[in-house]
């Protein structure tokens, strides 16, 4: 039975799901969060032996000062040997005072680095690593639907809340809770009614919390949603530095990213607004703890039922500190808030059907003899959009089909179901006489190869970038694959050969090297079918007659589908289909369609009869 899907997005249902997933998160982690709360338990022990030190210092001044005063109570049953004198009981006292802070000091510094060690060694790597995997599953459709600018802050960013949780959430407010039991205790020790009178205006505290955390979290939904807008404007502004200097429109784009950071600081205004109204009103009612200390309390010292040292300072410097726990409560409602926008955002992801995935019983394919065939294929990007209305194609092995058509004629769509970078959503398609659904994904993705009209390289060397799909071939098979692809003689004039490290996407090539180097990529995996997305549309005639070469030799025994607008490409294909709006308007030679009247032969006609363009 397969799971239920996960609540909608803005429930209750949703909350509580991804609280429950936050919990087992931290729970994974169990033992380190653990010692997290012991160290932080320790922290409070040792504040507090530094407190119960001031105040018995106080007693025994208060002692030896006043006569007739109450004797100074040790701890332990232990008490100073009668030959000491007051000062070096004194000294003992602070010695103590300062023992306990130093050790406290130390633990403190072991509890950052543990904290950042669980925090951001582990489960921020864990997370990141968890969304990247995840993204390699998911088909093109979750890319179309999701901008890159959101999916690079839900890694950077949101991974950054959900580790929050551990930390400032669940170990915080283990902490709270464990040092307000701790210090009630201590504090009803000294006089339970002083201690329930300090407490009194605790529910007023809870409440006051409650609705803050609900009116903090739709700001914080919306400040995630204009840093992936800020991410998203950058990143597109980045990639088109050349077009807008070009156009000499850097004033333009300077007020765009403007814009969009103003945005995101507006929001954080608003944020910080709130939490100026939250946190102080916090401090302000535990405030309202110390009026009752130092009514009541005072009282009941003047009248001899507390002693001022262990009683009355005690009780207000534990109270001091609980209040500083109490402040701690605002934090955790506010990172509660991040972590559930946060939180909700990475499981959007982590919790999104892979949409294209292999079948239980798929088949391995070692090697395709490269037969497709389309029946009555359907297919939509959108579901108002039906981009392929029942097309039908059967393409033999070794065959080498062109594809032309207008712009928006479904030209994209139609090989980019060959890899199964989408599956059809009606009819089938078959490859060697079974459902392409039938074939494990990797080995239909293995058995394809694929030359974009822009072809994408690494920033890494030329060697790694012509082996990307084969990392274990030899230096040998590389250097074939390159001569193949007619890019072995511009290699070997490159400042390291085979081992120059390129730049961004290639920027240290030109476009035709670029190319060529897509082209001896898919060579190295010696794919069954090659697709070619119009990969000379962007070089110059020279360089299109050297990729055209090196392409008959690549296209030699291998089913090929080539997508081009220009006649030296398309005249190399076996038969030519044309599209016109998801149809198949028709098929056949150069010589067949140039012959009878529809789009092609007036798309030659268009180039005043050369013949030397076929519109895409």
Request: aromatic letters at 8%.
């Amino acid at each position: 039975m397969p799971p239920s899907p996960p609540p909608p997005p803005g429930s209750a249902a949703r909350q509580r799901y991804l609280l429950g997933r936050l919990f087992r998160l931290t729970a994974r982690h169990g033992w380190r969060s653990l010692g997290l709360v012991a160290l932080n338990t320790a922290l409070l022990a040792l504040g507090l032996a530094g407190l119960g030190g001031v105040g018995l210092a106080v007693d025994y001044l208060r002692e030896q000062v006043q006569p007739g005063a109450p004797a100074a109570k040790f701890p332990f049953g232990w008490h100073p040997p009668d030959a000491w004198e007051p000062r070096t009981v004194l000294l003992a006292l602070g010695l103590w005072i300062f023992a306990a802070a130093a050790l406290r000091a130390w633990l403190a510094r072991l509890t950052a680095i543990s904290t950042n060690r669980l925090g951001q060694g582990r489960i921020v790597v864990e997370l990141r690593s968890a969304i990247y995997a995840k993204m390699q599953r998911m088909s093109f459709r979750f890319f179309d639907a999701n901008a890159t600018g959101s999916l690079i802050n839900r890694v950077t960013g949101d991974t950054q809340s959900v580790r929050l949780f551990i930390d400032g959430v669940a170990v915080q407010a283990l902490n709270v809770v464990l040092a307000a039991v701790f210090y009630v205790v201590c504090l009803a020790k000294i006089h339970l009614g002083l201690t329930l009178a300090c407490f009194a205006f605790l529910p007023v505290l809870g409440l006051v919390v409650a609705l803050f955390s609900r009116w903090l979290r739709p700001d914080y939904e919306e400040g995630r949603k204009r840093v992936d807008r800020l991410v998203l404007v950058f990143e597109e502004l980045a990639r088109g530095m050349g077009v807008v200097k070009s156009f000499g429109l850097q004033d333009w784009a300077e007020s765009r990213f403007l814009e969009a950071n103003a945005s995101v600081r507006d929001q954080k205004r608003r944020v910080f607004g709130k939490l100026t109204i939250l946190h102080p009103l916090i401090s302000l009612l535990n405030q309202l703890s110390l009026v009752v200390l130092l009514g009541y309390g005072g009282w009941l010292a003047i009248r001899g039922d507390i002693p001022v040292g262990t009683g009355l300072i005690l009780f207000a410097g534990i109270l001091q500190q609980l209040n500083a726990q109490v402040n701690a409560i605002g934090a955790v409602a506010d990172n509660l808030q991040q972590t559930l926008t946060g939180a909700d955002r990475v499981y959007e992801v982590l919790d999104a059907p892979p949409g294209i995935t292999d079948r239980t019983d798929a088949a391995p394919l070692e090697r395709a003899r490269g037969a497709v065939v389309f029946e009555e294929v359907s297919f939509r990007f959108k579901p108002e959009d039906t981009v392929l209305h029942e097309l039908s194609l059967s393409v033999n092995p070794g065959e080498k089909i062109a594809i032309v058509g207008p712009t928006g004629a479904g030209k994209t769509a139609l090989i980019q179901l060959i890899p199964r970078f989408y599956d059809p959503d009606g009819g089938r398609l078959l490859l060697d006489g079974r459902d392409l659904r039938d074939w494990r994904l990797d080995d239909v993705r293995r058995q394809t190869g694929l030359v974009f009209q822009e072809s994408f390289l690494f920033s890494a060397p030329v060697a790694a970038n012509i082996a990307f799909g084969n990392p274990s071939a030899s230096r040998e098979d590389v250097e074939r694959a390159a001569r193949l692809a007619a890019a072995h003689e511009f290699i070997e004039k490159l400042p390291q050969g085979y081992d120059t490290l390129l730049h961004e996407n290639g920027g240290n090539l030109s476009g035709g090297q670029r190319q060529r180097l897509a082209l001896a990529r898919a060579i190295l995996l010696d794919p069954a079918i090659l697709i070619l997305d119009d990969p000379t549309a962007a070089v110059d005639a020279g360089t299109e007659h050297e990729i055209l070469a090196a392409m008959d030799r690549v296209m030699a025994g291998r089913t090929t589908f080539i997508v081009a607008h220009r006649f030296s490409t398309v005249r190399r294909a076996d038969r030519i289909v044309v599209l016109d709006r998801g149809r198949i308007a028709a098929v056949g030679t150069h010589e067949e369609l140039s012959a009878q009247p529809g789009y092609y032969r007036d798309a030659i006609l268009a180039e005043n009869g050369t013949g030397e363009e076929v519109a895409a």
